[in-house]
């Protein structure tokens, strides 16, 4: 069952239910109100009846309404009589309906107290009366009159007959205008659905989702649209890296396959020659393991599994540059101030080797230091290799972008796209300049304003260094 058919049933279901009860209430209280006119009349009559020196005249009168009503022409009756105290029966006006004498009316006749009322329904035949019994006291016997409830019967069967016609019209007219309003509320989801289907289906997310409107369906609508724009991008960034993976596998790929096809005269190579080619072969397999790794790590994304944790920025700098003094017995400075900030230790730290391995790779001569600075959540590392051109300078960044001078040069071209997708996931941003006098700066920053609030208070009170508590006396 679609949406739209749920919406019509229950608009129906509703205009149903309060046509019942409208009904209901409506034919209820016309009936109640026509047996109290119904009561009302009969004790008027029987007052009347009742009343000293009255019966006298209606006995004398009484041939002459024989005639008022006949059960047999279906017109309205309405009949008086005297019950005696022995339960004899004196018709006094209109016709002898054939009425019974209850036990109750005998007993009213025969003992009850003068005004005494007793109100029945008799069923005589086909029809239905309304009757009323009244003692007369003083062994006077009762008066009983009665009224014909074909006329009520009647009025409260049209009615019911006219409820339930404009019942069914208010189901129909609910049934159309649930379908009208159905159709509105559910055109832009039918609209929505089709496109999912489509994406489903044939895999295309170039498609348009009809939008409009402020409602939770607009907002779906926008939400939609920018999930398949979001898509479209990440297939997108995946063919790329594919196709740029590729296309950089090939040149390590071909120099093996060549060095290979060498080592099978290896015995004939000369000794120096032998070493060249150990070394090559060593040097494209260090360069395909990295890029490997690099391509890896891209792919799956791993940094978002390890926790956010209180990291030191000064420290984690001078251990990372003190590595690196090891390796490349390059002069590294760090000039760094305290700064606790929440972050992937390891991610940071991987950006952070990514800078300093792009400075020793630039600025092989080595005659000035390599400079780290750490100030605030700003982590920036200067050299003085060849610059920045400023065509490069917004597409450093780029996954394998190379400039002109770093093409001859052995790497991959992902390190600082994996140090700008560092920054992105700390919620902060890279940056890249020439530097005055020669050589680049490039930088990271992390926990950046408004980046996960959640975990500062935890990370304030105790990893602050300001704020840890002081030893006594110092």
Do not use: C
């Given at each position: 069952?679609?949406?739209?058919?749920?919406?019509v049933i229950a608009f129906a279901t509703v205009a149903v239910?309060?046509?019942?009860?409208?009904?209901?209430?409506?034919?209820?209280?016309?009936?109640?109100?026509?047996?109290?006119?119904?009561?009302?009349?009969?004790?008027?009559?029987?007052?009347?009846?009742?009343?000293?020196?009255?019966?006298?005249?209606?006995?004398?009168?009484?041939?002459?309404?024989?005639?008022?009503?006949?059960?047999?022409?279906?017109?309205?009756?309405?009949?008086?009589?005297?019950?005696?105290?022995?339960?004899?029966?004196?018709?006094?006006?209109?016709?002898?309906?054939?009425?019974?004498?209850?036990?109750?009316?005998?007993?009213?006749?025969?003992?009850?107290?003068?005004?005494?009322?007793?109100?029945?329904?008799?069923?005589?035949?086909?029809?239905?009366?309304?009757?009323?019994?009244?003692?007369?006291?003083?062994?006077?016997?009762?008066?009983?009159?009665?009224?014909?409830?074909?006329?009520?019967?009647?009025?409260?069967?049209?009615?019911?007959?006219?409820?339930?016609?404009?019942?069914?019209?208010?189901?129909?007219?609910?049934?159309?205008?649930?379908?009208?309003?159905?159709?509105?509320?559910?055109?832009?989801?039918?609209?929505?659905?089709?496109?999912?289907?489509?994406?489903?289906?044939?895999?295309?997310?170039?498609?348009?989702?009809?939008?409009?409107?402020?409602?939770?369906?607009?907002?779906?609508?926008?939400?939609?649209?920018?999930?398949?724009?979001?898509?479209?991008?990440?297939?997108?960034?995946?063919?790329?890296?594919?196709?740029?993976?590729?296309?950089?596998?090939?040149?390590?790929?071909?120099?093996?396959?060549?060095?290979?096809?060498?080592?099978?005269?290896?015995?004939?190579?000369?000794?120096?020659?032998?070493?060249?080619?150990?070394?090559?072969?060593?040097?494209?397999?260090?360069?395909?393991?990295?890029?490997?790794?690099?391509?890896?790590?891209?792919?799956?994304?791993?940094?978002?599994?390890?926790p956010l944790e209180p990291v030191d920025l000064a420290a984690?700098?001078?251990?990372?540059?003190?590595?690196?003094?090891?390796?490349?017995?390059?002069?590294?400075?760090?000039?760094?101030?305290?700064?606790?900030?929440?972050?992937?230790?390891?991610?940071?730290?991987?950006?952070?080797?990514?800078?300093?391995?792009?400075?020793?790779?630039?600025?092989?001569?080595?005659?000035?230091?390599?400079?780290?600075?750490?100030?605030?959540?700003?982590?920036?590392?200067?050299?003085?290799?060849?610059?920045?051109?400023?065509?490069?300078?917004?597409?450093?960044?780029?996954?394998?972008?190379?400039?002109?001078?770093?093409?001859?040069?052995?790497?991959?071209?992902?390190?600082?796209?994996?140090?700008?997708?560092?920054?992105?996931?700390?919620?902060?941003?890279?940056?890249?300049?020439?530097?005055?006098?020669?050589?680049?700066?490039?930088?990271?920053?992390?926990?950046?304003?408004?980046?996960?609030?959640?975990?500062?208070?935890?990370?304030?009170?105790?990893?602050?260094?300001?704020?840890?508590?002081?030893?006594?006396?110092?």
């Amino acid at each position: 069952m679609t949406l739209r058919q749920k919406l019509v049933i229950a608009f129906a279901t509703v205009a149903v239910v309060v046509a019942v009860l409208v009904g209901g209430f409506t034919y209820g209280l016309t009936a109640h109100n026509l047996r109290i006119e119904v009561d009302r009349s009969l004790a008027t009559a029987a007052t009347t009846l009742s009343a000293p020196g009255a019966l006298p005249l209606v006995t004398a009168a009484a041939a002459a309404d024989q005639q008022v009503a006949s059960p047999t022409t279906g017109a309205f009756i309405q009949t008086a009589r005297v019950i005696a105290p022995d339960g004899s029966v004196s018709q006094l006006l209109g016709v002898d309906v054939g009425l019974p004498v209850s036990a109750a009316d005998q007993s009213l006749a025969s003992s009850g107290g003068a005004g005494t009322r007793l109100y029945e329904d008799v069923t005589v035949g086909d029809r239905s009366f309304r009757v009323l019994t009244e003692s007369l006291g003083d062994d006077g016997g009762a008066i009983q009159v009665a009224r014909d409830l074909s006329e009520t019967s009647r009025v409260l069967g049209t009615l019911a007959v006219t409820i339930a016609v404009v019942g069914l019209l208010v189901l129909l007219v609910a049934a159309f205008a649930g379908w009208l309003v159905a159709r509105q509320i559910t055109r832009r989801l039918t609209g929505l659905t089709e496109v999912a289907e489509r994406v489903s289906s044939t895999g295309h997310l170039d498609v348009a989702i009809p939008a409009g409107g402020r409602d939770e369906v607009g907002r779906l609508s926008t939400s939609l649209q920018a999930m398949l724009a979001e898509l479209a991008r990440a297939r997108d960034d995946q063919h790329r890296l594919l196709q740029n993976a590729g296309h950089e596998l090939r040149t390590p790929l071909t120099s093996l396959r060549t060095n290979v096809s060498v080592m099978r005269r290896f015995d004939e190579l000369s000794p120096s020659s032998q070493r060249r080619l150990l070394d090559d072969v060593e040097g494209e397999t260090r360069e395909l393991t990295n890029l490997v790794n690099e391509l890896v790590e891209l792919a799956t994304d791993r940094r978002d599994a390890e926790p956010l944790e209180p990291v030191d920025l000064a420290a984690l700098a001078e251990l990372t540059a003190d590595r690196y003094r090891r390796r490349s017995a390059r002069t590294i400075t760090v000039d760094a101030e305290p700064s606790v900030v929440p972050a992937r230790p390891h991610a940071v730290e991987r950006a952070l080797s990514n800078l300093l391995d792009n400075a020793v790779k630039f600025d092989p001569d080595g005659r000035d230091p390599i400079e780290v600075r750490v100030h605030g959540s700003t982590v920036e590392v200067l050299d003085r290799g060849p610059g920045l051109d400023p065509a490069d300078t917004d597409r450093i960044f780029d996954r394998f972008y190379r400039a002109a001078a770093a093409r001859s040069m052995s790497g991959s071209g992902l390190g600082l796209s994996i140090v700008r997708e560092v920054a992105a996931d700390h919620g902060g941003t890279v940056s890249a300049a020439a530097r005055p006098g020669g050589g680049a700066v490039i930088g990271f920053t992390v926990a950046a304003d408004g980046f996960l609030p959640e975990f500062l208070p935890g990370f304030l009170p105790e990893f602050l260094p300001e704020s840890k508590p002081q030893p006594a006396g110092g």
